[in-house]
């Protein structure tokens, strides 16, 4: 249908990002193409040192999964998003195709090594999470073309990861937000990932931080210094959820937190998090 009818048509999967913006008038699609009905599209999966989310997939699945219980940082993210009612209608799949500078999902998979499946009536393709954001509210989808599955690599024993918001209030985006992974050999960091959300025009992935953990005996010296390089590394914009040096703060801030909650995962320990509300 998408082919047929060309880019006049819009996808509508949970509707959490859509309807709002067509109720604004922000958008105006001549045609709906729900994919609601569409059977097999919805499902958690992990095969083959892979987990494998249909791109229908609510963010209350993830959430009540008893797959993903066993991946905090995903459980972290999901759980997270906004209030019951829309993680019961809202998608991973949505999420990532409406690439909303402030939502959750693209934050935790740019720590995960993604990889996005695409697929159209020409054929099918992988792109990897940091390519399929283009910008914001940008992605390199064709207007025929749309998600059909999100790949995580499932990640070895030794590596643990966590993801942290700071938000006003449940159904709002949050103000800031920061995912951490890291693979440990006793107390040394052998391999980071860090990514910033909230605080530029696409989830960031601050790069500086991460060598200031890899290869390193992580201390509070160590943490200190990825969360300083973290600072840098944000680009937010002043608005109504704060100024600019505010969330600067607030990231470098919820970088350490989380380094020290990954950390404690990463030994095997059950550290419930949930995101800091203001
Ligand atoms: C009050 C409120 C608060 C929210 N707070 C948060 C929050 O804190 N964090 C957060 O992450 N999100 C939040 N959301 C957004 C929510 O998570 C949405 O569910 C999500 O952004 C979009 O998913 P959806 O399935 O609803 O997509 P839809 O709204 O149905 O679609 C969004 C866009 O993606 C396209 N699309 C949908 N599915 C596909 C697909 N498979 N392939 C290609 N294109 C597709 C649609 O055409 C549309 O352009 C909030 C929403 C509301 C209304």
Redesign the pocket.
Request: hydrophobic share 40%.
């Given at each position: 249908m998408l082919a047929q009818i060309g880019d006049q048509a819009?996808?509508?999967?949970?509707?959490?990002?859509?309807?709002?913006l067509m109720k604004l008038r922000f958008?105006n699609p001549a045609h709906i193409v729900d994919?609601n009905f569409i059977p097999g599209i919805s499902y958690i999966k992990e095969d083959d040192g892979v987990l494998r989310f249909g791109?229908?997939t609510r963010?209350a699945e993830i959430e009540n999964s008893k797959i993903t219980a066993k991946f905090p940082i995903i459980h972290d993210c999901a759980a997270?998003?906004?209030d019951v009612q829309?993680r019961n209608?809202?998608?991973i799949?949505?999420?990532i195709?409406?690439a909303?500078p402030?939502?959750?999902?693209a934050t935790v998979l740019m720590t995960q090594a993604a990889e996005v499946h695409c697929l159209s009536a020409k054929g099918e393709r992988t792109v990897s999470l940091n390519h399929f954001i283009a910008d914001a509210y940008t992605t390199v989808?064709a207007h025929d073309?749309?998600?059909?599955e999100i790949k995580v690599k499932i990640p070895p024993k030794g590596t643990g990861g966590a993801y942290l918001a700071f938000?006003r209030a449940a159904?709002?985006?949050?103000t800031a937000s920061a995912a951490v992974n890291v693979a440990m050999e006793g107390d040394v960091c052998k391999e980071a990932a860090i990514a910033l959300g909230c605080v530029g025009l696409t989830a960031i992935r601050a790069t500086a931080a991460e060598t200031e953990l890899r290869g390193q005996r992580l201390t509070d010296k160590s943490i200190a210094a990825a969360a300083e390089a973290a600072r840098a590394a944000g680009d937010p914009q002043s608005d109504m959820r704060g100024t600019a040096g505010y969330k600067r703060a607030l990231v470098a801030a919820l970088v350490k937190r989380a380094i020290e909650i990954a950390i404690r995962r990463a030994r095997g320990e059950q550290v419930e998090v949930s995101h800091i509300y203001a």
């Open positions: 819009k996808l509508l999967a949970g509707g959490q990002s859509l309807i709002p958008a994919i791109a229908l963010h997270g998003i906004a829309i209608r809202g998608t799949g949505g999420s195709a409406e909303d402030s939502g959750d999902w989808l073309e749309l998600v059909s938000k159904p709002v985006y949050p």
